[in-house]
């Protein structure tokens, strides 16, 4: 009897509208970067009180709609992927700025590299790509985003906050899996898996792809598995049409997805909300304009869609719900490491550099999400590992979240190629070869060689990285060069005055041990030892020989460096800042050009110290401008030698742009000086500046004869400009550049081009 009056009641208040028990089910198609039409979608259904009960998708659906399913609101997403790092999570390539400095103190300047395996009968020569795009930073992402939310629901995704599935597909079995369960981030990885571009996931027997490959709208999975009232489609594609020649080759592959999906819902319970949205599949450059237009077709819906719903939602509503899912979500903190694939050695190693163990009390260290990850690509960024889709697994009686990965070895033997071409004679061309060997610490062994008429170097050696207290490294070379600039000043358009023709060589084995001080910061001390020979011109002009001095030396450095630049040559921001102290022994030999042995052996012996700052400003109110700054002091109790070109061309150089360092300016050298500069730098579009330089600088007065037989007046002041268009492509940069030195004249202009990276030997007596 009383179910009767309750079911009686209960039909009683549904015809009386009392209560509403309408369910929304919301379905999101997959499409790149034109998925992110879906936050605006989203936003405007909660401003409009739309009440969303179950959230499904496919490819970048599937991430907007479990980043719905796990608390996230629409500002938040928006906020998230208006800050750019999406795209960077497709990019490919792990941030310059999570690599520590310590390791990029050897970069190399190739354009293009090759990896071989030498070495190891048990493993290919040749490894062959299996995907376009590295998924290491897009799985961390989904990693951070995702665990706690699979944590909270228990790994049944009807437990989110709002119910939740996903679409994959089975390539063994030809047909598409409905995700529910397991873990958020790796269903969703799944889900986005475009072939060529990324690499699939396997889970128990299955391989699994991008779910549009047989259902890009999974609109039918939804139903079935919720069956919602009414039917929301959020579609960013036109779908169905056939990639063509015209498309690229990642928008090919994601049509070749996404084809033959069926975009049609069943009418009278489904409202779509569709726009064909016309960017390219990687573009997250227009992540805001996809936004507004999803915002603004689905308010544009909106009174159709109100008139369908019964039910409202409030804003305290929505940010309750959120607020109580979140409250289940354990803090992203890790207690525990299993790293797998790799040997004892190089398990240890990589636990080692990513911190993971307690030196001092045994244990395993505590890290939060940031250290983690921050710690991770300090490695990674090296080329010596890669890293397959991490798990974060959560133990509830500790609290803490067990991080797993599997790490496989990259080829161990580098081949690179590239340099620098040149309007002017000062062309190189750039061949090298490293192998290294990963074991309990990590061994590097390489060849550099740099070609050019003007300008030739190399470089064998090798480092070692291991770990201490800290990380260390010692590295160790011999370095020979070549420079020649008897034969003209070139690039320029105008007289010249300022320079001097002169052969230099050097011969020095160096060795160094570094540590960081930060994560963008090291110490460094160094000591050379070998022979610079210096030739110049004589007194006698007609003579065909020249003067030779040979300064043979031991020197120490101890240097303190910090290093954020974005570019390591042409930077556009970030700041680098370095203060060394030198001290130099040696003995001064002097062979004039008419005889065939030494006629004076001299020691000469000084210290000195040098600062240098240079630093570029961005102006939040005018994003295209930004304003750099440069200082560089140096002081030295810097010896004569027995000439006055060998003191000259032992002394150290005023040099803060390229071109200063391709001619040979004695007005730029000094035992002491202080340089400063302004940099200002104009964007004219992505990775293309304008930028002019100014400096000055003002050194010690001396006395020196620049022709051979005059004593002359010397000047404190010498000054620089210089006007730049700047490109950097994805293998090196191409500049053009008008220099002019000594702004009171009209003589010493130089026009030069460049493309490639323009290197210069490292300095024996350091300064």
């Known amino acids: 009897m009383f179910r009767k009056t309750l079911s009686f009641l209960l039909v009683a208040l549904l015809a009386a509208g009392v209560v509403r028990a309408q369910r929304v089910g919301v379905v999101m198609s997959g499409g790149g ?134 679409v994959a597909s089975d390539m063994n079995a030809r047909e598409p899996v409905v995700l529910r369960s397991g873990d958020l981030s790796e269903a969703v990885r799944s889900s986005m898996s475009i072939p060529l571009v990324f690499k699939p996931m396997k889970i128990d027997s299955m391989l699994l792809y991008d779910g549009g490959i047989y259902d890009n709208f999974p609109w039918r999975s939804l139903d079935v598995g919720f069956r919602p009232d009414l039917l929301i489609g959020s579609i960013c594609t036109d779908g169905g049409r056939a990639p063509s020649e015209e498309n690229g080759l990642f928008d090919q592959a994601f049509m070749l997805a996404m084809y033959g999906t069926d975009y049609e819902m069943p009418r009278g319970r489904s409202i779509t909300v569709r726009r064909a949205v016309d960017v390219n599949m990687l573009d997250f450059d227009r992540a805001v304009e996809i936004m507004d237009a999803g915002y603004a077709d689905a308010m544009e819906k909106m009174p159709e869609i109100l008139e369908r719903i019964r039910d409202r939602r409030t804003p305290e509503q929505y940010a309750a719900r959120r607020e109580a899912f979140r409250a289940r979500c354990p803090e992203l903190r890790f207690g525990s490491y299993d790293i797998e694939g790799l040997t004892r050695a190089q398990r240890e190693y990589v636990r080692d550099f990513v911190k993971l163990d307690e030196k001092h009390h045994g244990g395993e260290r505590e890290l939060n999400f940031a250290q983690l990850r921050d710690n991770l690509y300090s490695v990674l960024a090296d080329g010596d590992f890669s890293m397959e889709f991490p798990r974060a697994l959560y133990d509830s009686v500790s609290g803490r979240y067990t991080f797993r990965a599997r790490f496989v070895t990259k080829p161990n033997f580098r081949l690179l190629v590239g340099g620098n071409v040149s309007s002017t004679a000062f062309n190189q061309a750039y061949i090298g070869a490293t192998y290294r060997r990963i074991g309990r610490v990590a061994q590097s062994l390489g060849v550099d060689l740099y070609l050019g008429p003007l300008y030739t170097w190399g470089s064998v050696g090798g480092r070692t990285d291991f770990y201490a207290w800290k990380p260390l490294f010692l590295d160790y070379s011999y370095n020979f060069s070549v420079q020649n600039y008897r034969h003209g000043s070139f690039g320029n358009v105008t007289k010249i005055n300022n320079t001097q023709p002169i052969k230099q060589s050097a011969s020095f084995l160096s060795l160094a041990v570094g540590m960081p001080l930060t994560q963008r910061s090291l110490f460094t001390l160094r000591a050379n030892g070998g022979h610079v020979n210096y030739r110049y011109d004589s007194e006698d002009f007609l003579a065909e020989e020249t003067d030779l001095s040979r300064f043979s030396f031991f020197g120490l450095k101890g240097e303190i460096g910090r290093n954020t630049f974005d570019k390591w040559l042409y930077p556009r921001r970030g700041s680098n800042l370095t203060f060394s102290a030198i001290y130099v022994v040696g003995r001064d030999k002097y062979e004039p050009y008419d005889m065939r042995h030494y006629l004076s052996k001299e020691f000469r012996q000084w210290g000195g110290v040098r600062f240098t700052y240079e630093k570029y400003f961005d102006l939040p109110t005018v994003p295209w401008f930004s304003f750099g700054v440069s200082l560089d002091g140096v002081y030295t109790n810097h010896p004569d030698f027995t000439t006055d070109n060998s003191t000259l061309l032992s002394m150290p150089a005023y040099e803060p742009i390229a071109h200063t360092r391709m001619i040979y300016m004695p007005d730029f050298r000094a035992r002491r000086f202080v340089g400063a500069g302004v940099m200002p730098t104009f964007d004219l579009m992505p990775n293309f500046f304008f930028r002019a330089g100014f400096y000055a600088m003002y050194r010690d007065r001396r006395a020196y004869r620049p022709e051979g037989n005059t004593s002359v007046a010397d000047r404190h002041w010498h000054s620089i400009a210089e006007a730049s268009l700047v490109y950097h492509t994805p293998i090196g940069p191409v500049s053009l550049s008008l220099t002019k030195y000594e702004v009171d004249t009209w003589k010493n202009m130089y026009l030069t081009f460049n493309f490639g990276y323009a290197i210069f030997a490292p300095k024996g007596t350091f300064y």
């Open 33 to 166: 970067a034109k998925g992110l039409y879906h936050i605006g979608v989203l936003e405007a259904f909660e401003e409009c009180g739309v009440p969303i009960d179950y959230v499904a998708g496919t490819s970048m659906g599937s991430i907007i709609a479990a980043m719905y399913a796990a608390g996230y609101s629409p500002a938040e997403m928006r906020e998230i992927v208006s800050s750019g790092v999406v795209k960077e999570w497709v990019s490919g390539r792990i941030d310059p700025r999570y690599t520590a400095y310590y390791r990029q103190v050897s970069r190399l300047p190739s354009f293009v590299t090759f990896r071989f395996n030498l070495g190891d009968d048990s493993v290919k020569l040749f490894r062959t790509p299996t995907n376009l795009i590295s998924s290491t930073q897009i799985d961390m992402a989904l990693t951070e985003l995702f665990a706690p939310a699979t944590a909270a629901c228990g790994g049944d995704f009807d437990e989110l906050m709002v119910p939740f599935l996903c």
